[in-house]
């Protein structure tokens, strides 16, 4: 389907990812209060009651004891009431001032609330359910409801006008460092809507001095800044002790800088926990907000385990006019992406992932459980042997690894090991095992143990995740996280792996395993959770299990028969390619090229001297190059630059395009001078891509190929092939405008490979026909053509199991996307195509 303009598409884009509201900066959890501590003293000094009175920005913090009926300022003999009775006089003469008020109390809750509702302030106060979020300071102002209390202390019994802080804010301390997995220990931390800094008149700064002077002031400034960009928060009250009209300058440098923020939403909610490549990586709650330093471009990545982002990264130029708010659309992922390894053990050690796989073991045995049914059994001195770690794809990577298990001896003084390797070293001994009876996340110097203690005779589901951005190594028991800890290096063993044993000291399992599945990247615990209730993963399409039993004998019974056939076809293809001259142009990997342009699969730039310059292209700047180059391959004068704004800089005000583009256009006339190749005209309108010097592009060069009017021959089938094979034009990349030229691209593409396909089946190329079979799929995954190429390549190679689980697994997606049953068996599918061929 064609979209109506660029322009349409551009802005339907802004309106899906995008959302705009009104008023966003009046909401209270977007502003920013001092918060003045008031003892016995301070109640008779004029000055500060005046600096309190005169800026709306300034809030109360009180220590109070009590006494009978009576609540008090913390050792003093002054009423709480008759703090509460200035504070009232003072939101009287000022009808838009708003007072957070923070209690420190130990005692019952209910005592204080009555202490204050027979106050003079009683009808002057607001209470927020937990759950809900904050309104506007316009509704507080409308409401007449201006006095927010927050407690904090040892308490008994809950308020219905105090907000106990730990459920509403995220709170720090600047007087001394804490570590993020402290701050962030409970899951829930990061996701308060409030953000609060304690301690901030102790904070260190660089200058030893009694005073607050002017060149500390950046000291200050900076901590905010750099926590607010930690925690993707606002600080919204930042306690200074007595000391408030020092820091009379904190709120207006804070609000000087503009922000990022927005939401990011799953299906009906914010997401609890949100990282962000900024290039460190971030943390924030499904509401976020990030600061904007003078001049700098902003580019945040959101990521978060179990789901993919859509857009995948939001991009700030200094020049760029800011939407009120962002909306990032959290996806969740299907629990058999990123699937490496799924052992069901139903009487096998068949992995149904690599079906094709061999695996063997010493002194295991499958066992039949009253809970669970068949299970793997791993008495001491037992393992399996299941290979390589790449071959799961786990080295340098994020991973989980999670299975039921039953214990029959946990050792009180040992490991019971579930998986490992006998390596030795620094991040590549891997032990996932009980110590002690722990759950026990090992890498080799490099590890992680819970508080949790495991019993004998009783099935537990273990997950262990491995977070590689963060370096965040946690277990999960019974779906429930139980544990983990920050900053730990990956993974880089590469001795084989074991299930039931690990270390050389020979730890075993000593008891029973199920459902044991490896993934290369974090799961969320959503999925975990899901995991620990048993949800079926569906490696494969789902089989009948009796079919499945069926199948097992006839298996064993012809193997010895299929072994036969499979080593005379593979001699008979060796045969052939001795005695055939075929074109090897497949197996010949692309170079290195010295000014080389790679649009098809990951972008990448070559300069003159064979370097990669990739990454001096920021967003934009590639956006406009690589718009420019398409452009121009298809149209010899280039883009119109009405154009160029109305694509690349939609939304933004009209004054401000000409400028960003000048700007943009002359950083990328800088990169492309090492080249040495190619240069930006601007030519009566047009932005040109002329080509001055030896250069090679594989988008030019299949574009080429695309237009020769009599058709491509053999050989040039197959360099268009080298060209595109590498993945989709672009790939990773969202761009709307790009949305009409990966149609046409991926069309032409399909085309040509079919001939393509089509001439190897002629030349009985196996090998050959799958790959493209599986380069068309990657372009269009419901391509009757593809499949039907794959299902003769898995004929010829004598693999009709393979050759039935690809038409299974094309009748899953068929069906996903159309919402109704493929119209053909496999019998009549193989029919339908042969016909066509003839």
């Known amino acids: 389907m064609n979209k109506p303009s660029c322009y349409i598409g551009i802005i339907f884009t802004w309106m899906s990812l995008f959302l705009t509201i009104s008023s966003s900066a009046t909401d209270f959890a977007d502003n ?136 509403y804010a995220l709170e720090i301390s600047a007087s001394q460092i804490t570590p993020n997995s402290v701050i962030l220990s409970s899951e829930s931390n990061i996701n308060k809507e409030l953000f609060k800094i304690n301690d901030f ?8 001095s009694n005073r607050l002077g002017k060149n500390q002031v950046p000291d200050y400034v900076n901590f905010l800044l750099d926590s607010w960009t930690k925690y993707g928060k606002k600080p919204n009250f930042i306690s200074v002790g007595n000391a408030i009209i020092s820091f009379d300058f904190l709120v207006s440098q804070l609000n000087s800088f503009n922000d990022v923020k927005g939401q990011v939403r799953t299906v009906g909610k914010n997401l609890e926990r949100v990282y962000w490549k900024n290039p460190e990586v971030l943390i924030s709650g499904g ?70 796989q061999k695996y063997t073991g010493t002194n295991y045995s499958f066992s039949q459980d009253i809970d669970r049914g068949t299970v793997l059994k791993l ?26 298990v039953k214990f029959t001896d946990i050792l009180e003084f040992g490991d ?7 390596e030795q ?90 459902n044991l599945n490896i993934w290369n990247r974090p799961l969320g615990n959503e999925e975990i959770s899901r995991l620990a209730l048993d949800e079926e993963i569906l490696a494969l399409p789902e089989k009948d299990k009796k079919q499945r039993n069926f199948i097992q004998p006839l298996y064993i019974g012809f193997s010895l028969l299929i072994l036969l056939v499979f080593v005379l076809l593979f001699w008979v293809m060796i045969i052939r390619r001795k005695t055939k001259n075929h074109y090897q142009g497949f197996e010949v990997q692309k170079p290195s090229f010295e000014n080389h342009i790679r649009l098809f699969g990951d972008f990448q730039v070559m300069n003159d001297k064979g370097e990669d310059i990739s990454s001096l292209f920021t967003p934009k700047v590639k956006e406009l190059f690589i718009y420019i180059l398409i452009g121009s391959v298809r149209n010899k004068m280039g883009v119109p630059i009405s154009d160029v704004d109305s694509c690349l800089w939609a939304g933004i005000q009209d004054r401000k395009i000409a400028n960003n583009r000048a700007v943009t256009l002359n950083k990328l006339r800088k990169i492309l001078v090492q080249l040495n190749a190619i240069e930006i005209n601007s030519n009566n309108g047009f932005l040109q891509l002329k080509v ?29 092939y080298l060209l595109v094979k590498d993945g989709s034009l672009l790939k990773g990349i969202d761009w709307p ?102």
């Not at 019971?416 to 006998?422: K, P, R, S, T």
Request: net charge negative; aromatic share 12%.
């Open 32 to 167: 920013t209060f001092l918060i003045a501590n008031i003892s016995e003293n301070d109640l008779s000094n004029n000055r500060l009651w005046s600096f309190v009175e005169a800026n709306d920005w300034v809030g109360i913090e009180l220590e109070i004891d009590s006494t009978g009926n009576y609540a008090y300022l913390q050792n003093s003999a002054i009423e709480m009431t008759a703090v509460l009775d200035q504070i009232r006089s003072i939101i009287d003469k000022k009808e838009s001032k708003i007072v957070p008020i923070f209690i420190h109390f130990d005692g019952n809750i209910h005592f204080l609330d009555s202490v204050i509702n027979a106050s003079s302030i009683s009808d002057r106060i607001f209470y927020l359910p937990q759950g809900e979020t904050w309104p506007s300071i316009n509704y507080l102002v409308q409401a007449n409801r201006r006095i927010i209390f927050f407690v904090e202390g040892n308490t008994t019994n809950e308020s219905r006008i105090l907000h106990p802080v730990k459920n």
């Open 201 to 208: 008149q102790n904070l260190p700064t660089g200058v030893v």
């Open 287 to 356: 509401k976020f907000s990030f600061p904007i330093r003078g001049g700098e471009e902003v580019i945040l990545s959101p990521f978060a385990p179990g789901y993919s982002m859509t857009p995948a990264q939001l991009i700030v130029t200094a020049e760029m006019a800011l939407p009120e708010e962002y909306s990032v659309l959290a996806s969740p992922l299907g629990l058999n992406q990123g699937l490496t390894a799924n052992f069901n053990f139903d009487g096998n050690l068949i992995d149904n992932v690599n079906p094709e």
């Open 379 to 404: 008495p001491e001195n037992a393992q399996v042997f299941i290979g390589n770690p790449e071959l799961y794809k786990l080295p340098n990577s994020s991973f989980t690894v999670s299975c039921f």
């Open 416 to 422: 019971n090991a579930i998986l490992g390797n006998n």
């Open 425 to 514: 070293g620094y991040r590549r001994g891997m032990h996932l095992v009980l110590r002690s009876g722990h759950p026990y996340f090992g890498l080799w110097s490099n590890d992680f143990m819970s508080e949790e203690v495991l019993k004998n005779n009783t099935w537990f589901h273990l997950t262990w995740r491995y977070i590689i951005e963060t370096g965040q190594q946690a277990i999960f028991l019974n779906g429930k996280y139980v544990g983990g800890s920050d900053g730990h290096p990956p993974y880089s063993g590469t001795s084989d792996l074991h299930i039931g044993s690990a270390l050389s000291n020979g730890a075993s399992m000593r008891g029973y395993i199920d």
């Open 692 to 720: 001055s010097g030896n250069l090679s592009c594989d988008y030019l060069e299949a574009f080429k190929l695309c237009t020769i009017p009599e058709g491509m021959t053999r050989k040039q089938l197959d360099t268009f």
């Open 737 to 838: 405008w790009l949305d009409d030229i990966r149609g046409f691209i991926g069309n032409q593409v399909m085309d040509h490979l079919l001939k393509l396909g089509t001439y190897l089946q002629k030349e009985n190329r196996i090998n050959e026909v799958e790959k493209v079979a599986q380069r068309m799929l990657d372009y269009d995954e419901l391509s009757e053509e593809a499949v039907s190429l794959q299902i003769w390549a898995h004929q010829q190679a004598n693999n009709l199991y393979l050759a039935k689980f690809q038409f299974e697994s094309f009748c899953t997606r068929y069906k996903k996307s159309m919402g109704e049953n493929y119209g053909m068996n496999f019998n009549e599918f193989i029919e339908e195509h042969a016909i066509k061929k003839n």
